[in-house]
């Protein structure tokens, strides 16, 4: 789909004209903002260990579900707000709901999972209600610091949404055809790429000034906070759970023999910051663990599109 017919999609949603075609980025442009003013805390959630076990492949099914349960309640919260606000001019640019609201998608995932009963077997853990809270009260007092809840959750499962989607679909050995995983496809783009251009566009053409653009950068530090206390919680329930890892055939830094250079995670992120010598360990890990090449691949192509993050 091409970014005109994408406008036109968005204008029969009620977005309204804004100028699409503006492709050179300034420092006052609010995409250029977030993503410098999130770099830092950006880098700390890639760093937590959930994150970093998701990564690597060593996935908790338990635990993946129950992200899966924390996802629901926020973007519910979220699509709630959304809707509530559809109009605002201040977010009304950036109603997309054909092509991002994950809700539904998420309720199907549920329902895979825990069965046509799902709703009386989940609950909104206290992270995640944390979070909910704080969705409700910008969307019903702020609503203007919605679109830092929206930029932070849906273009990061834009950026990296398919490759996680293959790291999870291998290592929990999940239906090629998809079930569980709804969350993760949006078929309502065709072209991410140029969406994330679209969205990206529609922000930097909103009427801000000075101090809402660094309120809205403030508050996306926060939503990203609020996303690293899910995982840090998702990571303390993992403690009390006995569970065998469900690992996609990578080795982990303690099946190294204590040199994490060894580790193909650690080559390639290495690599993807352009390091050559990286690059070599991660083709030779590759060809030792011919078990493990789609993910090794994957993992590549995720650390490039948390780079890429920061030139949206």
Known sequence: MSADKMATTASA?????????????SSEDLSELLAAGTKEVHEKAENTQFVKDFLKGRIRKELFKLGAVALYYTYTAMEEEIERNKDHPHF????????LHRR????????YFYGPDWQSEVSCSPAAQRYVDRIHEVGQEDPVLLVSHAYTRYMGDLSGGQ???KVAQRAMKLPPTGEGLEFYTFDGIHSTKEFKQLYRSRMNVLVLDGDTKKRLVAEAVKAFQFNMEVFDELEEIGKTIQEDVL???MPVHGATGGDISKCPYYSAKMAAAGGSEYACQLAMA???HPTGQVLCAALAAALAGFAAWYLM
């Open 286 to 288: 590759v060809l030792r």
């Open 104 to 111: 539904e998608a998420l309720a199907r995932d549920l329902e």
């Open 163 to 165: 490759v996680l989607k």
């Open 13 to 25: 949603n009620g977005a309204g004209p804004v100028n699409e075609g503006k492709d050179t980025l």
């Open 92 to 99: 009304a640019p950036l109603y997309f709901p054909t092509e």
């Open 247 to 249: 690992d996609a055939g």
